[in-house]
């Protein structure tokens, strides 16, 4: 649930204003669908200060909240083309639709907002159009990772490109404020072509329907799951509105390749079941999400039968392991199969965010003067702070949720905003 603020010279900029899903206490939680945001109340306190908002990219975690919240900001927003589809469409969805100024950046243009100089800086991730921001003010600059991996496969988008990040270290950067979210894992992620690789060859072995269980917002993983699909002799559709609704914005602005075909998801029930391939939402084990209704068997469009397969192309969240686990025993109760991205075989799934190669990759082309690690449990951030330090980076600010950091001209921690304040919001 990122919402970031940089200020400088009196005013203030924010960079990404998401949510997140309140994680169940137990297998009865009924609040298990609360949407949780970051506590505004700072700032909202003051919105004559605010100068804009960036959203660097269109997952939930970052742009989520921002159809419930911009009404205590009431200033304009800034993102890429991508983003601003997506993020229309959920400002339709509250009764915003047309009220927030949205200004659709070109990535090439620097923007002036306030006193704050953006620029947007190519990275990869996850998802169509992902940015960091460097941020340049008379005080200093700081280079906002957002969330980002390095990978030269991306199947969508360009390959990541490191003379973007060693021309950042020619700029002297005052911080880099960095995703900590794979900071206790060795080595490098995986490549999105990799997770193509691997999907491939679950599904060429699968002799009945194959179910996909994977984020909606993974338009990357969606048009390697078409393209297996072609490969393999099967007809692939989308189960779940959050689905639907993605690979519609990828298409609007030219990010599905036209020549990958979907069908309707009415249609499934009429194929013989090897010529199936679904991919549905869920996979965290949400009880109201399409692969819960698979598992019980009250989906109106398919009905899985024994020795078809369940392939979980995710990660287990933190907090989402005993959803997950209740979802296969369901699956495994009716005798289909399931295959999890921590046992497979072969690579199934391909994070989005860096591991210590990647860190210490990006550390050493930047050249940062102080580390702010962010995006992450406590455990990751200080685990972050200590690579940070390793890699001769001189000043680590590590803290928590509303923690105030000066930059410049002394940095440290010199009080708490909010008290790792947070909302929750009725689903």
């Given at each position: 649930?990122?919402?970031?603020l ?18 169940p ?28 908002i ?78 960091g ?25 360009k ?11 020619q700029?002297?950067?005052?911080a ?16 999105e ?9 679950v ?12 984020f ?10 078409a ?74 469009d ?26 296969v ?29 990647e ?8 050249k ?25 980076v ?30 929750a919001?009725?689903?």
């Open positions: 649930m990122n919402l970031n940089f200020g400088h010279d009196h005013q203030w900029l924010m960079v990404d204003c998401g949510l997140t899903f309140k994680a206490l137990s297998e009865t939680d009924p609040t298990l669908h609360d949407r949780v945001c970051a506590d505004p109340q700072f700032i909202a306190q003051q919105i004559n200060r605010l100068a804009g960036v959203i660097t990219h269109a997952h939930e975690d970052h742009l989520g909240a921002l159809p419930y919240l911009w009404r205590r900001f009431k200033c304009p927003v800034y993102t890429t083309r991508f983003t601003a589809e997506i993020l229309r469409r959920k400002l339709a969805e509250t009764g915003l639709a047309g009220k927030v100024p949205i200004i659709e950046v070109n990535p090439q243009t620097p923007q002036q907002i306030g006193v704050f100089s953006v620029e947007w800086k190519a990275i990869t991730h996850s998802i169509p159009e992902p940015y921001l460097l941020i340049k003010t008379q005080a200093g600059r700081i280079f906002h990772t957002a969330d980002w991996k390095i990978d030269a496969q991306p199947v969508t988008g390959a990541f490109a490191p003379q973007i990040f060693e021309e950042l270290g700029q002297d950067i005052t880099m404020v960095c995703d900590s979210t794979n900071a206790l894992r060795e080595g490098h992620s995986a490549s072509a990799e997770c193509a690789e691997g999907l491939l060859k599904v060429e072995q699968a002799k009945g329907r194959v179910v996909v269980g994977c909606s917002s993974n338009i990357a993983r969606l048009i390697s799951l393209r297996i699909a072609q490969q393999t002799g099967r007809y692939m559709a989308v189960l779940g509105r959050s689905l639907q609704n993605m690979v519609s914005a990828a298409k609007v602005t030219g990010h599905w390749p036209k020549d990958l075909i979907l069908i309707d998801s009415s249609h499934l029930g009429y194929l013989p079941k090897e010529e199936v391939l679904a991919v549905a939402t869920g996979s965290q084990g949400e009880p109201r999400a399409i692969l819960s209704r698979l598992a019980s068997g009250h989906h109106p398919l009905l899985l039968e024994p020795d078809d397969t369940v392939i979980f192309s995710s990660i287990i969240i933190p907090g989402n392991e005993l959803l997950i686990e209740r979802l025993k369901e699956f495994k109760h009716r005798g289909i199969k399931t295959l999890q991205a921590e046992s497979a075989e072969y690579c199934i799934h391909a994070s989005g965010h860096p591991c210590q190669d860190l210490k990759a990006l550390y050493s082309w930047v940062p003067k102080i580390s702010i690690p962010v995006h992450g449990e406590a455990e990751h951030i200080k685990k972050h702070a200590q690579l940070a330090k390793s890699y001769g001189p000043i680590q600010l590590a803290g928590l949720n509303g923690d105030l950091y000066l930059i410049a001209p002394q940095p440290g921690i010199r009080r708490q905003v909010v008290a790792t304040g947070r909302i919001l009725d689903a």
